[in-house]
T-cell receptor, first 114, second 110 residues
Framework: SQTIHQWPATLVQPVGSPLSLECTVEGTSNPNLYWYRQAAGRGLQLLFY??????ISSEVPQNLSASRPQDRQFILSSKKLLLSDSGFYLCAWNGQPLANYGYTFGSGTRLTVV | GNSVTQMEGPVTLSEEAFLTINCTYTATGYPSLFWYVQYPGEGLQLLLKATKADDKGSNKGFEATYRKETTSFHLEKGSVQVSDSAVYFCAMNRDDKIIFGKGTRLHILP
């Protein structure tokens, strides 16, 4: 069966420090992968998605970047964190076709920038 | 454009009350429709889905029917429990992505 792993679960980082969040999927190949952010008390914002190795689409210009170095690995990064980067970060993948399966989400990373 | 609109919360109900959370969508064509649930501190879980008009999705006592004529996918449950307290997101698929509503926070009082 397919599983998705996200880590770390919580992270407290100072302003200006770098960030690396990792997401991996098991039990499937060539998944579409997504990074979402959920600010406190607000909805979901799509940050990046990827349909294959090295293929990244950015939805919102910002202080973050994403990479997909391997088929089932998706990394969210920042060189210098801002206070506004605080939030709950969720990784997701979808079964094919998307219309039938929707997304499967990881358990999330709560990032607090101080 | 493509969008999902759901009722704003929070919604507060007593245990065993009837629940309705309204959701409407705007889209070209006929998307699949989803309800996701997010329990405190967790990621989102798929609650139910419907892939075509008049389909009814159901799970854990929740139901929603895909109404093409009213472009709606309202979530219902006949008798809510305290454990149903969570945030509920209505969503649809478009162009390899899922578009989410803003979420409705549900509080169930014992």
């Amino acid at each position: 069966s397919q599983t998705i792993h996200q880590w770390p679960a919580t992270l407290v980082q100072p302003v200006g420090s770098p960030l690396s969040l990792e997401c991996t999927v098991e039990g499937t190949s060539n998944p579409n992968l997504y990074w979402y952010r959920q600010a406190a008390g607000r909805g979901l914002q799509l940050l990046f998605y990827s349909v294959g190795i090295g293929q990244i689409s950015s939805e919102v210009p910002q202080n973050l970047s994403a990479s997909r170095p391997q088929d089932r690995q998706f990394i969210l990064s920042s060189k210098k964190l801002l206070l506004s980067d605080s939030g709950f970060y969720l990784c997701a993948w979808n079964g094919q076709p998307l219309a039938n399966y929707g997304y499967t989400f990881g358990s999330g990373t709560r990032l607090t920038v101080v | 454009g493509n969008s999902v609109t759901q009722m704003e919360g929070p919604v507060t109900l007593s245990e065993e009350a009837f629940l309705t959370i309204n959701c409407t969508y705007t889209a070209t064509g006929y998307p699949s429709l989803f309800w996701y649930v997010q329990y405190p501190g967790e990621g989102l879980q798929l609650l139910l889905k419907a892939t075509k008009a008049d389909d009814k999705g159901s799970n854990k006592g929740f139901e929603a029917t895909y109404r093409k004529e009213t472009t709606s996918f309202h979530l219902e449950k006949g008798s809510v429990q305290v454990s149903d307290s969570a945030v509920y997101f209505c969503a649809m698929n478009r162009d390899d992505k899922i578009i989410f509503g803003k979420g409705t926070r549900l509080h169930i009082l014992p």
